[in-house]
C-alpha cells in the first residue's frame, strides 16, 4: 500500500476547475503537514500549497487567489480546489506528506490544461 495517494487529475480547458484529493496512509501516525508539489515538463519540482495540521497555509504565488487547499486531520486527507486553470499548470501533481523528520510521496496525478 502506497503511503500517500492521490486522486482527480484530469484534462481541462483554460479557465476551469478541478480538485485534487490526497490520503495518507493510517499506518503513519502523526502528520505535520501535506502539501502538493508539481512539476512541469523541463522545470524543477516546486512547492504548489501546503497545509499544516494546525491549519496554517502558504501557496506558491502563481497560484495564490486561484487555488485552495483544505484538509480533515482525523482523515488523514487534504483536497486542493484549483479554479481559472492555465496552460502553465500543466504539470505532474505530487502529494506530499510530512511526519517528523519523515517525508511521504505519492505518484503523482497528472493535470493538462489545454488553451
Known amino acids: 500500500q502506497l503511503p500517500v495517494v492521490e486522486s482527480g487529475g484530469g484534462l481541462v480547458q483554460a479557465g476551469g476547475s478541478l480538485r485534487l484529493s490526497c490520503a495518507a496512509s493510517r499506518s503513519i501516525f502523526r502528520i505535520d503537514a501535506m502539501g502538493w508539489y508539481r512539476r512541469a515538463p523541463g522545470k524543477e519540482r516546486e512547492l504548489v500549497a501546503r497545509i499544516t495540521s494546525g491549519g496554517i497555509t502558504n501557496y506558491a504565488d502563481s497560484v495564490k487567489g486561484r487555488f485552495t487547499i483544505s484538509g480533515d486531520n482525523a482523515k488523514k486527507t487534504v483536497w486542493m480546489q484549483m479554479n481559472s486553470l492555465q496552460p502553465d499548470d500543466t504539470a505532474v501533481y505530487y502529494c506530499?506528506?510530512?511526519?517528523?523528520?519523515?517525508?511521504?510521496w505519492g505518484q503523482g496525478t497528472q493535470v493538462t490544461v489545454s488553451s
Open positions: 506530499n506528506a510530512i511526519s517528523g523528520y519523515q517525508d511521504y
